[in-house]
């Protein structure tokens, strides 16, 4: 068999990463700030780019901060910082012991953390070639770590404590309500109605962002916040419950009637309010140096009349640029090298393309925004607990688009309801089949019902794993038992032998 030479043309499909496209994706997936830091370096680099309107002034949130009067509580802060100091000599004579070290300035509360963010404004595709984009022109202040905000905090540590997106909601909800001291200012039976949740769902993601860094977050009041610092310290004993509960009367200086409700003698009283003292009234402040940005919702949703939900973008995050066709005709006339006529061209391209992407995301934001509303229905009318289950794939077949796009569209995107600003991401939830072939059920129902099954069990009737997936089942839900133990784990509920030693400790004491 001879080898030879030939010539041959063929055709073939390739998806070819033009920067072009590569720009339609990088802005499909920024956040508006991101999106108005981008679109101002390139109305600064490109001359054919202009405003459409004059209006520079910064987006503003439609959130806006309540206004709470505390004053009881507030002094029963400052207590820590101010009261006690004034009755070093009173408390030294009572006593008589050298209190020097209880009493620390008030300056030796934590400092708040130092950091720098950067956002430069530079162009992604300046130095696009055929190969790629150069790595020469990375500016490295881009690489220097933004300063940590309390709620950014809070909210990493949430996305690590559940998986359960009800739960992320809720608690997203109220890390936006924590005041820059870190406590919690809102009635829970408030944010349950806002939520469409039951006011114990509310309590027990409460109970999981008080056990987060720092140490008394999302109290309620300053004897919360003390009480939940001294159980992680396992301090919490009798006595000091005892002084906690009067902290009216270390106020006032009243030693004896604290000696009286603490049952301790002198030199324990001194040492339980040392140990107060290094306490933190005010946990949040440590975070409280960089300003808080509001979040500024994408899509807004309101009721319709007809029962049905109006879906429409928030044209303040939308930046409003258009090309100067008059500028560049007037500009090529006199363009006389080649070097000037490609940048000329060069610049033309870049912002039509990018006016072409700004238009072009904002219809995907929208197509996808709605989708979701018109899947989760029943979470707009009825609350939080009517999730349904939720995939990128339903969504993406609905309205034709791949399903990388919902993802990037999904993140970093928020929506405003009648129930709260929520990003999109969130109305994702996992699905749980069901056992006679019908409509799935959303893991968030799921867990809802193994948390009824085990609330209504009596300390003879402790339930197992293996008999809730029966009941399950019975109620239609195929669900394996694994699935129950990570549900039941994930939801802080003991097993049913801890369950049942709890549950008869506690019958034998009300006998």
Known sequence: MALTQKLLLRQSQALVMTPQLMQAIKLLQLSNLELTSYVEGELERNPLLERTDSDEAPVEGDTAESAHSASDENGARDWLGENLETSRTALEDRLGTQLDNVFPDEGSAPAPRAGQAASPAYSEWANVGAGGRDDGDHNLEAFISAETTLAGHLTEQLVLATADPVQRIIGQHLIHLVDEAGYLNADLADVAATLGARVDAIEAVLVLLQGFDPPGICARNLTECLAIQLRERDRYDPAMQALIAHLELLARRDFAALRRHCGV?????????????????????????????????????????????????????????????????????????????????????????????????????????????????????RGVQHLRPLNLKTVADAIGMHESTVSRVTSNKYMATSRGIFELKYFFTAAIAAADGGEAHSAEAVRHRIRQLIDAEGPREILSDDTIVDKLRASGIDIARRTVAKYREAMRIPSSVQRRRLKQSEAGVAR
């Open 265 to 381: 003698g002198d030199d324990d009283l001194a040492d339980m309010i040392a140990e107060v003292r290094r306490l933190d009234p005010k946990p949040g402040l440590a975070f409280g140096s960089t300003l808080v940005q509001p979040v500024v919702p994408d899509v807004f949703v309101h009721p319709a009349a007809d029962g049905t939900w109006i879906v429409e973008l928030n044209s303040d995050t939308l930046p409003k640029v258009l090309v100067n066709q008059s500028y560049y005709a007037q500009v090529s006339k006199t363009a006389r090298g080649e070097n000037d006529k490609s940048y000329l061209a060069d610049c033309l391209q870049s912002a039509t393309w990018l006016v072409r992407a700004l238009d072009q995301r904002a219809k995907t934001i929208l197509k996808v925004a709605s989708e979701i509303v018109r899947q989760q229905d029943a979470f707009f009318a």
